[in-house]
């Protein structure tokens, strides 16, 4: 397994941005597909994002595309999650995760996890 750790998250106004980061350690990065989910208090946990190992193939749920980017680079072992235009709604503690099966990442499967890190969009 490798280890995951997500930092950046915080309180930001509507319409602002964050940048999250998922740091990973115990294996090489590029062995593995890596996604975002995020849970919302009272609420199942919901798909954002995910990206190949490589970077070139990407995917958005409905409810974040056009205003979040997933990104990865593979030299500093690191995940990123851009998040622009933030809605109230984005509300959610969001976490990373990884595998080296692309599938299992999509449906919230990962074998490695991170603990999460809490986005509060309010005014």
């Known amino acids: 397994q490798v280890q995951l750790v997500e930092s950046g998250g915080g309180l930001v106004q509507p319409g602002g941005s964050l940048r999250l980061s998922c740091a990973a350690s115990?294996?090489?990065?590029?062995?593995?597909?890596m996604g975002w989910f995020r849970q919302a208090p009272g609420k199942e946990r919901e798909y954002v994002a995910v990206?190949?190992?490589?970077?070139?193939?990407?995917d958005y749920s409905d409810s974040v595309k056009g205003r979040f980017t997933i990104s990865r680079d593979n030299n500093k072992n690191t995940l990123y999650l851009q998040m622009n235009s933030l809605k109230p709604e984005d509300t959610a503690v969001y976490s990373c995760?990884?595998?080296?099966?692309?599938?299992?990442?999509?449906?919230?499967?990962?074998?490695?996890w991170g603990q999460g890190t809490q986005v509060t969009v309010s005014s």
């Open positions: 995760e990884a595998d080296e099966d692309f599938s299992r990442v999509v449906h919230g499967n990962a074998t490695s």
């Open positions: 990206i190949s190992r490589s970077g070139t193939v990407t």
């Open positions: 115990g294996r090489t990065l590029s062995n593995y597909a």
